[in-house]
């Protein structure tokens, strides 16, 4: 089956694809599909939702769309849900190494180092029939970014219960533990009870 992800983030669409072997999981781009939703919803659930029903009016299949980021106890949850925008002042947007240096940065030496990764991810059948999950990681904010794998700021949340950050783990290894990992087998078990 074609499963189609509202993403135009080439990392989650590897993430999501792993978690659905045997159909093709296809994004926007791969379509040339012009995609940009606005994200203009007040939780991660909302902005789920407005992805997958922009994709749902292009395409005639279910939707899957998924609204993450990192959420910091010190700073109130903050990035949240502009994760993707953090540190952005209306210039150039900041790369993920710059982002995480200035996290790091605004929490400075705060002992409250607890952190998570939150996903809400979306199955869209039509405009009004959907399935909704939020998954989390829960972590610490290491003290200086490390590792290469994954994206984002996997390389400065660090998994007390693993002794590594997200980026020191595979991406097999992530998706077992991760936010997105557990919304997406849980969306993968709805999909299946169809
Ligand atoms: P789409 O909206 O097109 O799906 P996006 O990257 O903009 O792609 P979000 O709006 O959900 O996605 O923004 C989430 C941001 O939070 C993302 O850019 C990352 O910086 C961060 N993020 C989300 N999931 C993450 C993960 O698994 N590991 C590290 N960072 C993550």
Redesign the pocket.
């Known amino acids: 089956m074609t499963i189609w992800f509202?993403?135009?983030?080439p990392?989650?669409r590897a993430?999501l694809a792993a978690l659905f072997p045997g159909h093709t999981v296809k994004i926007p781009a791969d379509e040339n599909f012009p995609?940009e939703?606005d994200?203009t919803g007040a939780a991660?659930a909302e902005?789920a939702l407005i992805?997958a029903r922009e994709l749902r009016r292009l395409v005639s299949a279910p939707v899957i769309?998924?609204?993450?980021?990192?959420c910091v106890d010190a700073l109130d949850g903050r990035?949240g849900i502009y994760?993707?925008r953090?540190g952005f002042g209306g210039g150039e947007k900041l790369n993920?190494p710059e982002?995480n240096a200035l996290l790091l940065q605004e929490l400075g030496d705060n002992p409250c180092r607890q952190a998570r990764?939150v996903?809400a991810m979306v199955l869209l059948f039509s405009e009004d029939r959907f399935y909704l999950v939020q998954e989390t990681?829960e972590g610490e904010l290491i003290r200086e970014a490390r590792g290469q794998g994954?994206?984002?700021?996997?390389p400065i949340?660090y998994l007390p219960q693993l002794g590594c950050t997200?980026a020191e783990l595979s991406e097999e290894e992530?998706n077992r533990v991760?936010?997105?990992g557990k919304a997406g087998r849980a969306i993968a078990k709805l999909l299946t009870e169809q």
Do not use: I, M, Q
Request: charged share 25%.
């Open positions: 509202a993403t135009g983030n990392h989650k993430e995609f939703p994200e991660f902005n992805k769309a998924d609204d993450s980021g990192l990035p994760s993707a953090y993920a982002r990764f996903c990681l994954g994206f984002g700021y996997d949340l997200v992530k991760s936010h997105r």
